[in-house]
């Protein structure tokens, strides 16, 4: 008569089959994360450069919403509002950039504009 099988060396190579295929599934959300085709979660992300408004148009907006600029600006010391490019090939397709140094200055730019009617054209939130 033969003895059962333990089912230990079984459970053992579920495990380990479980375990690397979470390992392998992470490495590459990591790598999807770090060649942005995820976002990481650091920044607000922007429409892309083809989508964007033209210089005047952003100008326009910022000059409408002084009052939204100075909200966000009284949140914190190093908050700036600007018109710029995020680094698109034509240098005319702007947006609002809004930078930032510490967390607190984030969650307080997050809450204005959360709460705000916004500017009516893209806004970019990013760490100076």
Same mark, same amino acid.
């Given at each position: 008569?033969?003895?059962?099988?333990? !089912?230990?060396?079984? /459970?053992?190579?579920?495990? =380990?089959?479980?375990?690397?295929? /979470?390992?392998? %599934?992470?490495?590459?959300?990591?790598?999807?994360?770090?060649?942005?085709?995820?976002?990481? %979660?650091?920044? =607000?992300?922007?429409?892309?450069?083809?989508?964007?408004? %033209?210089?005047?148009?952003?100008?326009?907006? =910022?000059?409408?919403?002084?009052?939204?600029?100075?909200?966000?600006?009284?949140?914190?010391?190093?908050?700036?509002?600007?018109?710029?490019?995020?680094?698109?090939?034509? !240098?005319?397709?702007?947006?609002?950039?809004?930078?930032?140094?510490?967390?607190?200055?984030?969650?307080?730019?997050?809450?204005?504009?959360?709460?705000?009617?916004?500017? %009516?054209?893209?806004?970019?939130?990013?760490?100076?």
């Amino acid at each position: 008569m033969t003895e059962p099988s333990s !089912p230990r060396p079984r /459970l053992r190579r579920v495990l =380990i089959g479980t375990g690397i295929t /979470l390992a392998l %599934g992470l490495l590459a959300a990591a790598a999807l994360a770090l060649t942005g085709v995820l976002p990481s %979660g650091d920044e =607000i992300t922007h429409p892309p450069c083809d989508e964007l408004p %033209g210089a005047a148009a952003v100008d326009d907006a =910022i000059a409408e919403h002084g009052d939204l600029v100075a909200e966000l600006t009284a949140q914190g010391e190093h908050i700036e509002v600007r018109a710029a490019s995020p680094g698109c090939d034509d !240098p005319d397709r702007t947006l609002i950039e809004i930078t930032y140094r510490t967390e607190d200055e984030r969650a307080a730019i997050e809450a204005v504009l959360t709460e705000a009617d916004g500017f %009516g054209v893209p806004v970019y939130v990013r760490e100076s």
